[in-house]
């Protein structure tokens, strides 16, 4: 065997000559900061968008900005955000050239990501976490505290009905009376009376009313039922809107009076009304606005939810069911009240329930006092873990120095080096086994170079052996073909083939030569120039292959064989004339909606056994059939590769499932029906390896035949 020769530039050296350590040849290029800004298409794109927002947001404070200048200002974010995406990626190469190139470093970085960036992680989902209980819980206790004013809204207005229904004469007394009752509590409390049709009883209204003009009438969607909820009345000069609790109710006297009238309490939910939630629930409410209405209603813009403006730990967002007021019919929409808490005072609310004291320590101050220590412990986890890591990494890299150096000496052809083995742990083994390595390298890199030739060679008898097979397309009119050939190692002994033969006709052969590899790949190629040969002039494929067996035989050995089916289609007859040699069943499935695939086996032997009496024995158990192709047809011929197809069980892919995917997918083109078929082998298959060459033939009856040429390309 040749002496593999190392490249010129390297053993031109001498080798007692000390070899530095280059630095990594993906560093990227030095680039300051100033080119970096200023003459690159990212800097000059971060520079004029920072300009952009930075002159909207001047102008903002100035007013109202024109819808041009949010555009402008979207198209800005855009550019800064693309401009940092590209100092990002430069920053990762700078990292992998510079910072990186260390084991130190990487080292201290892969203990920073193990250790440090995990708890950041864990303290940041925790306070995610924590920042929305926080948000959710506040808007709890706010909502059940709005409720608890609607419904005290609505016992008032359910017991002046009640008790204007009793003694309609005493309305303005009723009405005095409920308003002394709640002062304290809803000071801007309003009350009205809209008599009815034929009631007696005068219209009256007490209270502030300073939301809205008493009410009249009442919408009729309120008569039957009554109304009690939330009515929003919106600002035509801004966003928010006014939210009045109100209550409908109708009074109803002893028969035969019937009905008196209706009742109408209003309570505007406003600072007073804040306060009040306040002191009930911590939870401070502001401004409202609406965040949606209910289809097929009013058309309008719909106003910016105060949610766009929380903060963590500060403010929150509480959603209220409201009504549009209309004479129309009930508009339902939606009203975001922005709120704000404090966290110790939620905190010490909820707490506050059940006050359970430890050794007279309120147990909300033991469980702060226990948080705040294990906060301290992971810190000092933390701190301590990092500084072992820095300890251990300086231990760790020197001695990797040492193998570098030793690797970089190997790498320019000095195999003499030898590492000095200084401590006696996995490092100091990991040397001795580096200068063990050095000994026999030269002569792994020469069992390297052999193989690489021979999988060359493999690698160009492959091509060959593709160019062997038709290329091109196969031009019959008023047939599909598709085919495949799967080797299952570099070179294969499957073989399959289109002839153009005589009066028009087609030839199709498949063909499996026993064994893998160059030597079957050798007889299938013998196989191919005799069968083209013989095909001019063997109009039968019985005949064909009964001489074709005669021949090959004489030439392979005594261990091989061939499987092989030949048939012959007749375009002007429509006719597929075909014999079977020991080869895999032919799958037909007819066009018929109510036909079954038929796995076809007619006898054959294989061809090229070397016993006595194997001629005479293959010529009697040949078998020739003829199926009548129709519309719509389809024929499949395929090598066991398909159909003992392997799972890891051991179980085999088989004849009756491909005959049941054929059948269920007939109707395919013979491209989707091949991709189909390719699909469920591979998902039967699973993970398990390929054991043999896997090769198909799909023929489809797309229409009618015509007396036109058959063409088929070779390479």
Partial sequence: MARLRLPERVSAGRRDEPVLAAPPVDAPSKVTARQLLFNSWAGRLFLASAALRLIAALLRQ???????????????????????????????????????????????????????VPAILIVGFFLLVAGFVSMNVSAYLFKDGYDSIVDDIGLIAEAAAAEIGRNPPGLADTFSRN?????????????????????KVPPLSIGAWAHAEPPATVPAWTQAEGFKGTVAIPNAASDEVQL?????????????????????????VDDQIHDYLYERTSVKGSSASLVSRNAGKAAGPTPRSPAADTRLFRTSV?????????????????????????????????????????????FTSVLLILFGFLAALFLIIQGVALLMGLTLARSITSAIHELFTGTERVRHGDFTHRIKVASHDQ???????????????????????????????????????????????????????TALCVPAREVGGDYYDFFHLPDDRLGVLIADVSGKGTSAALYMAELKGLVLALSQTQQSPRDLLIEVNRIISDNLDSRSFITMTYGVIDPREGVLTYCRAGHTPLIYRAAALDAEAQVLTPSGLVVGLRIPGAAEKFSGLLEEQRIDLSVGDVIALYTDGISEAM????????????????????????????????????????????????????????????AVPVVVAHH
């Fill in 244 to 268: 009045v609790i109100r209550a409908v109710r109708q009074a109803r006297g002893p028969a035969p009076a019937g009905h008196v009238g209706t009742v109408v309490v209003d309570l505007l």
């Fill in 62 to 116: 100035t007013g109202t900005l024109p819808r041009f200048f949010d555009i402008v200002g979207n198209i800005a974010g855009i550019g800064l955000a693309l401009a940092l995406i590209y100092f990002l990626s430069r920053l990762v190469l700078l990292a992998r050239g510079q910072l990186l190139w260390r084991v130190r470093r990487k080292l201290i970085i892969s203990y920073i990501f193990i250790g440090v």
């Fill in 179 to 199: 308003q002394r009752a709640v002062r304290q509590r809803y000071p801007e409390i309003s009350l009205a009376f809209i008599p009815a049709a034929r009631s």
């Fill in 427 to 481: 490092l100091g083994e990991l040397a001795e086994s580096f200068n063990d390595m050095t000994v026999s390298i030269e002569g792994l890199l020469q069992t390297a170079a052999e193989k690489k030739r021979l999988d060359e060679e493999l690698r160009i008898a492959r091509q060959i052996q593709m160019s062997l097979l038709p290329r091109g397309p196969l031009d019959v009119p008023g047939l599909s073909v």
């Fill in 647 to 706: 799972n890891s069980d051991g179980d085999l892919f088989g004849d009756a499932r491909l005959s049941g995917i054929i059948e269920e997918h007939g109707h395919l083109t013979c491209g989707e029906l091949r991709e189909r078929i390719l699909r469920e082998i591979e998902a039967f298959v699973g993970g398990a390896d390929q054991h043999d060459d896997m090769t198909m033939v799909l023929l489809k009856v797309e229409h009618a035949f015509a």
């Fill in 318 to 362: 509480t959603f209220i069911d409201c009504v549009l007021w209309a004479d129309a019919g009930r508009r339902d929409c939606q009203a975001a009240v922005a709120t704000t808490y404090n966290l110790g005072e939620l905190w010490a609310r909820l707490t506050g329930v059940q006050p359970i004291s430890v050794q007279g320590v309120p």
